[in-house]
């Protein structure tokens, strides 16, 4: 039994205008244009990360025939849960009706988590005979901002995505290849009750440095070469990274797209809303997946659609 | 290794690919001042550092050492002369 992609639900909340940011960090609508790409945040206002997670099913509902009885896997990656504990994992599947046989558990990752995250809940479900899961990405910045912080306040965007994991699916999933650089865990931060610190220049060197490299090394491990990858679904950090990453991937720009303008740096939901853009593709395709930041922590694998 | 001069530094923000047209830049004004803003100038400091392996620190960031192309240069011939 091989599981793998079947479908990918998502939920952007309501869009607030970054131009209305503007005055008070001293940049002009060019920083946003050619820098972070960002023209809008998404914002949760006062939803929960569960509610997230629901509206998100609710979305995937709406495009695949699958039953709340039948969901026998759940996972859950936020690092910015409804509470300490429980864990969401568990209020999504009280909200959602999911049966006590459900298998539920939040994992704790940011930018990387999405590609974490299918490799966890492949192995979970293959070695314990489940059938149909359900893998929520849902990490809403808004309430650890701070609004003073250019570095952060025009980028962060809140949304949740969930991808319908099945032994019937769309898409196999490939080898994967991990990365992390805990000394310099502390480039992108968030204490108890604090807000959230970046280090755009380390994060920069990491990202410039090692995803070319993750790129490589997960390709040589699939068997495949650049030309073979019909799109690079890279984290959507910004507009610049994206685009200095693909010049140091040594690929067409075309192929490696920047979907988030509208809604901002959504961490774990960037690369599954990309991927749900970009869903619909010929039986053979493969595209690549990469996530890097908090931890310092990547993560790339390839996926090929079957059907 | 031979010195590094401005033409060198020219070179370097060619490589950098920074979406601007290099050859207007004024060597002795600030880059801050001209097209380039503090992300142009992280993919300069990367790429000094790819080209000739100097990490550029914060605090000399911070100084004023590397603010211009002719300090780049300047900074640069420094730190390559203490390594020997």
Redo the contacts between chains.
Sequence with gaps: MTIGIAGIGIHIPQIQDCREKLSRHNVDES?LE??TGFVGNAQKNGLATSDLCVLAAEDLARKRDFSAEEVDFLCVCTQNGDFHLPQTSALVHRKLGLPRSCAAFDISLGCSGYVYSLNVARAFMEANGLKRGLVFTADPYSDIIDINDKNTDLLFGDAATVTLMTDDPDYEIGKSVFETDGASAEALQCEHGGRLFMD??RI??FV??HVPQSVDACLQRNDLAKDDITLFLLHQASL?LVK?AA?RLKVSVDKVPFVAAEYGNTVSSSVPLALEEHYDQKPGASLLLSGFGVGLSLATTIITRIK | MSKVTVQDVFKLFEAADLDIDVTELDPAAPLLEQELDSLDMMNVYFQIEETYGISVGEDSIASGDWDTMQKIADSLNASLSSQG
């Design positions: 920083f050619n820098k755009g220049r920069f060197e410039l440095r610049y200095n010049k």
